[in-house]
């Protein structure tokens, strides 16, 4: 992941630490939100979002 954002290991890690969306596209972010709540209330769902 480092290697395709072009970043340090230590700058990935800081901006996840800051938010776990910040590298999701703005239009994706609800829906993201969405996915993963609707699985943590419901863990018998299997859990598979695409990214682009």
């Keep these: ?3 395709l954002l072009r ?3 230590e700058d990935l890690i800081a ?3 800051k938010s776990m969306f910040g590298f ?3 239009d994706d ?3 993201m939100a969405y ?3 609707n699985f943590a209330a419901h ?3 299997k859990y598979d ?3 682009r």
């Design 43 to 45: 863990t018998d769902e």
């Design 35 to 37: 996915f993963g709540k």
């Design 1 to 3: 992941m480092c290697r």
């Design 29 to 31: 972010i609800g829906r």
């Design 24 to 26: 999701v596209h703005p």
């Design 49 to 51: 979002v695409f990214f």
């Design 7 to 9: 970043i340090s290991r």
């Design 15 to 17: 901006n996840l630490d």
